[in-house]
């Protein structure tokens, strides 16, 4: 069954940097898409960020551009996502997704919590 | 960016009754909607897209219509495990993708 595990969230201070990991299994990993989704504490959904299949095309939400990147390695069924310069509206769950079809998201990771406070 | 509007942001509805959940987008995105549900501490969980199919698994009383840009999520008989928040999704024009709002559905 498909399996996306987060992990990396943590406490950081605003302006430090952070990385997160999603590992994935029981899926054709390096044919679909991936992206990270956040939801801040009591907030609705924020997409974040896509990588294509084969890395060579990402995509990113105007809030984080320049500040986040995210990558993926097809030979360790992983994507991550490289957080600099934390702001405090960057605390929120991070998830990341898998890619169905036209871009909308039919598996889940339980999501790994960033806070970014002093 | 397509913007995503969810009304009403909660309804109050008993089990074994209906509930309608609108979603509204700020320009057509044609039939490009997907729908989520969410519970508390859980990821959410996709159970429509191209605005009327549902996702593999999701109970038939769980049906979606529209399209352009008016959006509808009717749950026929509400069980209680469907009492959650609901989010719509475009997937029309991106980047950004975009979510609605989020309409909680609460135990009357």
């Known amino acids: 069954q498909v399996q996306l595990v987060e992990s990396g969230g943590g406490v950081v201070q605003p302006g430090r940097s952070l990385r997160l990991s999603c590992a994935a299994s029981?899926?054709?990993?390096?044919?679909?898409?991936m992206h990270w989704v956040r939801q801040a504490p009591g907030k609705g959904l924020e997409w974040v960020a896509v990588?294509?299949?084969?890395?060579?095309?990402?995509y990113y939400a105007d809030s984080v551009k320049g500040r986040l990147t995210i990558s993926r390695d097809n030979s360790k069924n992983t994507i991550y996502l490289q957080m600099n310069s934390l702001r405090g509206e960057d605390t929120a769950v991070y998830y990341c997704a898998k890619n169905l079809r036209g871009y909308y998201f039919d598996y889940w990771g339980r999501g790994t919590l960033v806070t970014v406070s002093t | 960016e397509i913007v995503m509007t969810q009304s009403p942001a909660t309804l109050s509805v008993s089990p074994g009754e209906g509930a309608t959940l609108s979603c509204r987008a700020s320009q057509s995105v044609k039939t490009n909607v997907a729908w989520y549900q969410q519970k508390p501490g859980q990821a959410p969980r996709l159970l429509i897209f191209g605005s009327s199919t549902r996702a593999t698994g999701i109970p038939a009383r769980f049906s979606g219509s529209g399209s352009g840009t008016d959006f509808t999520l009717t749950i026929s008989s509400l069980q209680s495990e469907d009492f959650a928040v609901y989010y719509c999704q475009q997937y029309n024009t991106w980047p950004p993708l975009t979510f609605g709002g989020g309409t909680k559905v609460e135990i009357k």
């Open positions: 029981g899926f054709n990993f390096s044919t679909n898409d």
């Open positions: 990588i294509s299949f084969d890395g060579n095309h990402n």
